[in-house]
């Protein structure tokens, strides 16, 4: 027993390494940058981020603080976009003086479809500029490839100011109104299908149709102005996809429906994941075959053949972390790619440094605090704006 508590005293006395190195990340990146009031708003999020990063490192309960992370994230994301694009082009709606001037902010959404075209036919079919924008093209393909690099389809739990929304309405229900804990294949593969879908037609009409028709988000960032018959139908079909996707359906399901089903970006990621870094392992002998991991996979990307065969989720893992917390039998973990069988912890507690337990969810809040600390303290700033009477 004695032995044991040391070795766990040691451990904790290990984590203040990249403990330290968060907080340091976390300064020079969220509080350094501002003054004036909006350093009080740097310093309300960064002590914020502080203190959800020592939580995760010290409880090993990193899902639980991922989400309560992620919903935030996404929550503070829409009220400084809609601000900066009402200060650059004085309204939220979308006007063809807007696209033709590449006014668009650049959503990597359509990276897929955007990339993809760019290199069958060299054209950029999304109207955003390639630099000396907030949003612009380049800056968005350098955070995406050194995000999918480390972390594959982990961007959609970790850095995607979308996905928090589905998280939060998930989470509204204490239980499943729709079971679809084992969908058909055709349900679990869709995406690919919208993806493929989308790359074809846009090369066709050479536009960025998932913008223009299909995209759920359009409410709580920018829509097209409302014009004539065709953008008053498509306004139509964003309200429906918005509620539909993003509020009705996981809801009823408790699962990131949106994501898992209709998402081509998601899709785009599974396929990317083959190169990133991390991955979820499971030990198949120490697995109890219980498929809990199943139910409380938000992203249906477990199944029966994972725990008993493979020993590692569908290429759909979002690297969540909840399969992880909930395994009484802890036989999930995460792990490095391409592993054939999942990784035994070293007893060394000075080798947890280099564990992936400990890697992955410090690389991942890095690239979430870099992301968020570009709107989140303003976020902050205009509420603490309007609860002083400064927003009338």
Avoid at 62 to 78: D, K, V, W
Avoid at 258 to 282: E, K, L, M, N, T
């Amino acid at each position: 027993m004695l032995t044991k508590n040391k070795t766990n005293l040691i451990e904790y006395i290990v984590k203040i390494i990249p403990m330290a190195i968060m907080m340091w990340i976390i300064y020079f990146f969220t509080i350094d940058p501002h003054n004036g009031l909006a350093t009080a708003a740097s310093w309300i999020y960064g002590l914020y981020l502080c203190c959800l990063y020592a939580l995760m490192l010290f409880t090993k309960r990193t899902a639980l603080y991922r989400r309560i992370f992620f919903i935030s994230f996404a929550l503070m994301f829409f009220p400084t976009f809609i601000i900066n694009l009402i200060e650059t082009r004085g309204r939220m709606g979308l006007s063809e003086a807007d696209i033709v001037n590449t006014e668009t902010p650049f959503c990597h959404i359509v990276i897929p479809i955007t990339v993809i075209q760019a290199a069958l036919s060299k054209t950029i079919i999304f109207p955003a500029r390639l630099s000396g924008h907030y949003a612009s093209i380049y800056s968005m393909l350098t955070i995406w490839l050194a995000t999918s690099i480390v972390l594959g389809r982990g961007w959609c739990s970790w850095v995607c100011f979308y996905g928090g929304w589905e998280e939060g309405t998930s989470r509204l229900s204490k239980k499943k109104r729709l079971n679809i804990d084992k969908p058909p294949e055709q349900l679990r593969t869709f995406n690919y299908a919208m993806l493929l879908f989308l790359v074809l037609v846009s090369g066709v009409t050479v536009s960025s149709i998932y913008c223009e028709w299909f995209c759920p988000f359009k409410l709580v960032t920018e829509y097209s102005e409302i014009t004539d018959f065709k953008s008053y139908l498509a306004t139509i079909i964003f309200i429906c996809a918005f509620f539909g996707l993003v509020v009705v359906m996981p809801f009823l399901t408790k699962k990131r429906f949106q994501c898992s089903i209709f998402c081509p970006f998601g899709a785009f990621q599974s396929i990317v994941d083959y190169i990133s870094i991390y991955r979820v392992s499971i030990d198949t002998d120490k697995c109890k075959k219980c498929g809990k991991c199943i139910s409380i996979c938000p992203t249906l990307s477990m199944t029966e053949a994972c725990y008993k065969e493979t020993g590692h989720p569908l290429r759909s893992c979002t690297k969540c972390g909840e399969c992880i917390d909930s395994c009484q039998a802890g036989a999930i973990s995460y792990d490095f790619n391409h592993r054939k069988r999942a990784r035994k912890e070293s007893s060394n507690p000075f080798m947890i440094l280099l564990s992936p337990s400990i890697l992955l969810p410090f690389s991942a809040f890095i690239f979430s605090v870099i992301i968020s600390s570009s709107f989140a303290p303003s976020t902050i700033k205009l509420a603490m704006m309007a609860l002083s009477g400064g927003i009338k």
